[in-house]
């Protein structure tokens, strides 16, 4: 079974930290995501890669950027945390056109 | 552009009624995937099938089917005889291949309530 993992289930952060959640995936897929999800918007595109050290933008690229340095790990940052990216962060990977998920990070910026 | 589109927010139905969960999408491409997640309770998107848009077959598992038709863009889910369990949120989603990687796209998802 395709695993995805990602760091922390909660996360409690202050305004202007800046924070790191972490996904890691054990099947040697190619494409990862980030999707943030909340309630009446569905899931939103952050970031993906298709590749390792690349990166497209998705559909809510602003405040956040990505790492993937290796291809199992992939990285979403927000590098100063504020009150509006309280939200439950998704990290996604997929080979064939479909996308297995991770557990789900509850961030909450106060 | 590529969109998804759930019309129903919330369905609240009565166990072993049949429902169906409606999804529009909107490409430009010729190729692309089709997609049903759920996502019970506990928080993590379960996969439940994929559809290339070149098989419009319709598919049946177990109490689930799916109705897929290209002349509509849709690609609708139907549970059979509901039960308690079924009660999730349900995504359909929507993958195109790009010049750099293939893209997925959600709809906003569709509440699903059984009650006993």
């Known amino acids: 079974d395709v695993k995805v993992t990602q760091s922390s289930r909660y996360l409690v952060k202050r305004t202007g930290e800046k924070v790191f959640l972490e996904c890691v995936q054990d099947m040697d897929h190619e494409n990862m995501f980030w999707y943030r999800q909340d309630p009446g918007l569905g899931l939103r595109l952050i970031y993906f890669s298709y590749d390792v050290k690349m990166k497209e933008k998705g559909d809510i690229p602003e405040g956040y950027s990505v790492s993937r340095e290796k291809k199992e790990r992939f990285s979403l940052i927000l590098e100063s945390a504020s009150t509006n990216q309280t939200s439950m962060y998704l990290c996604?990977?997929?080979?064939?056109?479909?996308?297995?998920f991770g557990q789900g990070t509850r961030l909450t910026v106060v | 552009a590529q969109k998804v589109t759930q019309a129903q927010t919330e369905i609240s139905v009565v166990e072993k009624e049949d429902v169906t969960l409606d999804c529009v999408y909107e490409?430009?491409?010729?190729?692309?995937?089709l997609f049903w997640y759920k996502q019970p309770p506990s928080g993590e998107l379960v996969f439940l099938i994929r559809r290339n848009s070149f098989d419009e077959q319709n598919e049946i598992s177990g109490r689930y089917s799916w109705n897929f038709q290209k002349s509509t863009s849709s690609f609708n889910f139907t549970i059979t005889a509901s039960q308690v369990v079924d009660s999730a949120v349900y995504f359909c989603a929507l993958s195109e291949l790009g010049t750099s990687g293939s893209r997925l796209t959600f709809g906003e998802g569709t509440q699903l309530t059984v009650n006993p």
């Open positions: 490409t430009r491409d010729t190729t692309y995937y």
């Open positions: 996604a990977s997929s080979f064939r056109r479909g996308a297995f």
